[in-house]
């Protein structure tokens, strides 16, 4: 059932899966032990939830020899069988650039995927570029160029070409060198633990509600309260919609409508005020969200820095770029500007960034902010005493 292949002076062989009967026989070549690399092509253009259209699956043997396996979901929509590999805590599963990937899996599922190895968080701890692509990664390890042209080809449409073929098995092809690579290098600055926290927090974005984030996408910090609040309701009706509708969220309501929408006063609000393509249920709602009064969640105001502040944040950056040079991070992996921005406004370190952050800055933070705190503080009462 298998065809050899040899891609990128790689052998291979190679199974394209298009029946039932061929993924049960592949899957049945899938031990509680083995180490999977995986990855997915998908079609996000028109909806708001992508189309599933290929799994890649590399399943390394232990003579090292490689069996490939590209899933045709279209001709093959059946795929509770990898969605059972996926979950299974026993069977280690690499992808590289997870999120949307997992996320696929856990909306069809309902289950959030278990055992996961990212290659490029592995690789934020490895290298010194932030969230490096995959191509990048073949590219410094191994000295070789893939080529990417097909990575926009309409992957809905069949059958599949030749070229398509290739380009979703290379996604896949050095996986297992990747992560083989970053384990041994995890393990030799004994950091692994620092990777298995980072990937958690990962993992728990693959379910968690993205609404609240999505304000971030508009500069507020010259909006009053009551266009943030409307700018706020507007935000999570257009991602409610858009999920019942399947639609992108912009192709349902664009960024500038909705904060057009957003400033206008209810004393003068009504239907003309909105877009005319809009689902009537929808404009419905929205003018009823718009004209009550009540907030619906909390809003956290953009918050002005003094010049403590910009000092603290200052000296914060310096901490930064010393530990990250120490470490062999990239600085806006180890902290980034908005992380410390944070910090310094909220005072608030222990609960601000994650265990092994903390570990390695946490103290040194804190004495930065709070030593401050009380020197301003002394100088207060020095100065009352005058």
Request: hydrophobic share 40%; net charge positive.
């Amino acid at each position: 059932m298998f065809s050899k292949k040899t891609l990128y002076n790689q052998d291979f062989e190679l199974l394209l899966i298009e029946k039932n009967e061929q993924l049960n026989f592949f899957c049945e070549l899938i031990n509680s032990n083995d180490v999977l690399a995986i990855d997915t092509e998908f079609t996000r253009r028109n909806t708001y939830y992508p189309i599933l259209s290929t799994i890649q699956i590399a399943l390394k043997k232990t003579n090292k020899f490689k069996l490939l396996a590209l899933i045709d979901v279209i001709k093959c929509p059946n795929i509770s069988q990898i969605l059972k590999i996926i979950n299974n805590p026993q069977i280690t599963k690499i992808f590289h650039c997870s999120l949307q990937d997992l996320q696929i899996f856990h909306k069809i599922s309902q289950l959030v995927p278990i055992n996961i190895y990212d290659t490029q968080i592995m690789a934020n701890f490895c290298q010194e570029k932030p969230n490096i692509g995959y191509s990048s990664l073949v590219k410094n390890l191994f000295s070789i160029e893939i080529c990417k042209k097909m990575q926009n080809s309409d992957w809905q449409s069949r059958p599949l070409n030749q070229s398509q073929i290739d380009y979703a098995m290379v996604d896949v092809l050095f996986l297992h060198e990747i992560y083989e690579n970053f384990l041994k290098i995890l393990n030799s600055r004994h950091q692994f633990d620092w990777f298995i926290e980072e990937m958690s927090n990962f993992i728990d974005k693959i379910s968690s509600e993205n609404s609240p984030n999505l304000i971030k996408s508009f500069q507020i910090s010259k909006l009053d309260l009551p266009t943030i609040n409307n700018l706020n309701k507007l935000i999570f009706l257009r991602e409610k919609f858009a999920k019942i509708y399947n639609l992108p969220r912009e192709h349902l309501l664009k960024n500038n409508d909705l904060l057009n929408i957003a400033k206008i006063d209810k004393k003068i609000f009504n239907s003309n005020n909105l877009p005319q393509n809009l689902p009537i249920e929808f404009s419905q709602i929205i003018a009823d969200e718009i004209n009550k009064d009540d907030i619906l969640s909390p809003i956290k105001l953009p918050t002005g820095l003094d010049i403590i502040d910009k000092k603290n944040i200052d000296k914060i950056k310096s901490l930064v770029a010393k530990i990250s040079k120490k470490f062999q991070f990239n600085e806006q992996f180890l902290l980034n500007n908005n992380q410390i921005k944070n910090i310094v406004i909220n005072k608030n370190v222990k609960n601000s960034i994650n265990d092994w952050r903390y570990k390695i800055l946490g103290d040194q933070i804190e004495q930065i902010i709070y030593n401050q705190h009380e020197n301003n503080h002394r100088k207060l009462e020095n100065e009352s005493r005058l």
